[in-house]
Every structure is written in structure tokens, then in C-alpha cells.
DNA sequence: CATCAAGTGAGACTGTGTATCATCTTGCCA
DNA sequence: TGGCAAGATGATACACAGTCTCACTTGATG
């Protein structure tokens, strides 16, 4: 709920309009648990009764992507999806079997950049770290099942 | 010449067959500059009057990839594009002018990588570092315009 | 060579994302 | 409070990426 306003006033934040479509799908995603594609937030909106064109699904969300409100996740599949998260530059774990993900810090990642472009001689102005794997409870769960 | 060989012999090691449209289609990626996608194959491919399906490049450059002889990227605009490289684990840094790519070793990142994998608990087995950038002559050819 | 599993190409098909355009809404202001 | 222009919407058509099927071909192996 309260998820969901700050996604909208990140929306308002940026230029965009307050719009009943941009609210309920601001709402649908922030509801989200985990990464989601644009094909999963249109059903989810449909079973909810959002009668919403799926061009805006896509515009939507390219708007939350540039008010920064939600984030691209590139998947090892090479499906794109997309997270709600905090403005501010960070990377994301991302459990591969259950879908929940964690925000990380950038911290010890810039020193390491700024290495990486002095010695390469490229001047970087972008960069993207994604990690997969098994969160803390889809490994107990694991665990368990062989212990 | 070689650069094509290597990724033939790659194909080879990973027990699959040696045909016609492999080789071919090897040569053309191994003789691309910078980061290609599966439509930039095929053109390529077809201004060189090589005759082949377009499925045929698709499932080329997946067999290539799980060979180890390619690998792909995800461009900040969505597309998927591909490179030719060494199947030791390392990451890409990616000129945004002119495409030109650079290899960068892991190093520093497996243990920051492990690091994040203590703090947040995840059982983190899969990791990719993407860089975007201008490349020294970019960045010089930049320089020269203004002074 | 003969064999046959693996690979190929044509083409249909699915899915993602974009373009168009007539219609509707929002934010603003008189 | 209503009027309006810019911006947003949705229906639809479209462009493109990637997959699937299936009849046919080819490479590796002996
Ligand atoms: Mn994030
Ligand atoms: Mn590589
Ligand atoms: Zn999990
Ligand atoms: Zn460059």
C-alpha cells in the first residue's frame, strides 16, 4: 500500500501524470513478489478486473523505469524483468527459485570500477552487476530435503 | 582465420558436429567487431552469399554459447547481443560509440561476490558484470572535437 | 561405403515490444 | 468551477525476436 504511493510519487516526481491506469499498475507491482515481466503484471491487472491496454503495461512501466521507481532485470533466460526498488544506485541478487531478491549495496564495487577503467583506459559511465542463486530459505529448504 | 578456428574447435570439444553452416556462421561471428545479434549474424551472413535459415543461426549461436566460445550481453537497450571470447569466467566492458569490447578479469569481484553472498545469506552461483563506456580512441576522438 | 543420430531449412507460430491515431483525462488557469 | 491544451490511453496493426515442426540432408563412426 504505502509501496505502492511511493512508486506513484517517484511517477509524480518526474514530470509524469497522476493517471488511474499508472496508479493501479503501480499498485499491481508493488505488490509483486520478486522480479516481474511486463506479460506477468498485465495478468495480474486482468484477474484483478484493471481493464488496462497492454501498450500501457509497456509504457508504464518504461516510465516507473525512468522515474526510477523499478529496475531491469537482465534474466540468465533472457526474459526481461523488472523489480520496485530504491532510487539510488545499487545491484540485486536474485533467487533463482523462488524469485525474491535482495538490494546490494554498490560499497566495495566502485573502487573497483574506477580500477577496471584505468586499466582498460575506457572511460565507464554505466554499469550493471546481477547475481543468481539460492536466498536463505530456498537453500534451508534444500537442506532439509537431503538431511 | 584462427580466431574462426578456435571457435570451431570449441564446437568440436563440446561434441558437436562440424557441419557446413557451423563453420561458416563461426567465421562470420569470430570476424565481427564488437558485440553482434543473431539478425546482424544472419546479414552478415547473407552479404556473403552464405545460404542459411534463420533458425540455423539461432540454434548456432546457442550451441557457440553453451560451447563457451561466445557469450552473451544485455545491451542497456534490450537487444542481445553476442562475443566472441575466451571460455575463462570474465566480464565485458562495452564501448557505447563504437561497440569495440574489452575483456576484464574477475579478480577483485570474487571476493567482493563472496562478501555479498556472506552478508545476504544467498547462496550466490552465478554472476555477471556488465560495463558500458567510450574506449580510449572514442574517448580521444571526443576530445579532439572540442579541442 | 552404409548407417543413423544429429543437424538443416522452410515456414508457421508465439511472444515481446512499438507505432498510429482517434478518443479521453489530467493539470492548470481564467 | 468550467474550459482547454498537452499528455495519456486503448484498439489495432505492425515489426522483430525467438521457437517449433517436420520432411529432408549430412557428418561421424565403423
Ligand atoms: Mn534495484
Ligand atoms: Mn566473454
Ligand atoms: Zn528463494
Ligand atoms: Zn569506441
Redesign the pocket.
Known amino acids: 500500500m504505502t509501496e505502492a504511493m511511493l512508486v506513484v510519487s517517484a511517477l509524480?516526481a518526474a514530470?509524469?501524470?497522476?493517471?488511474?491506469?499508472?496508479r493501479a499498475?503501480a499498485t499491481v507491482m508493488a505488490e509483486m513478489d520478486g522480479p516481474f515481466?511486463?506479460?506477468r503484471v498485465a495478468g495480474e491487472a486482468h484477474d484483478r478486473g484493471i481493464?488496462?491496454?497492454?501498450?500501457?503495461?509497456?509504457?508504464?512501466?518504461?516510465?516507473l523505469e525512468r522515474a526510477g521507481a523499478i529496475e531491469r532485470i537482465d534474466l540468465p533466460s533472457?526474459?526481461?524483468a523488472y523489480v520496485a526498488c530504491a532510487p539510488a544506485h545499487h545491484h540485486h541478487v536474485v533467487c533463482s527459485a523462488c524469485g525474491h531478491t535482495a538490494e546490494v549495496a554498490d560499497g566495495a564495487l566502485v573502487a573497483l570500477v574506477t580500477e577496471i577503467g584505468r586499466r582498460t583506459g575506457f572511460r565507464i559511465d554505466e554499469h550493471r552487476l546481477e547475481l543468481f542463486g539460492r536466498c536463505p530459505s530456498c537453500v534451508r529448504a534444500a537442506g532439509e530435503g537431503r538431511g
Open positions: 509524480d514530470g509524469y501524470r497522476l493517471t488511474g491506469p499508472r499498475l515481466t511486463a506479460a481493464r488496462v491496454g497492454r501498450a500501457t503495461v509497456f509504457r508504464t512501466i518504461d516510465a533472457g526474459e526481461h
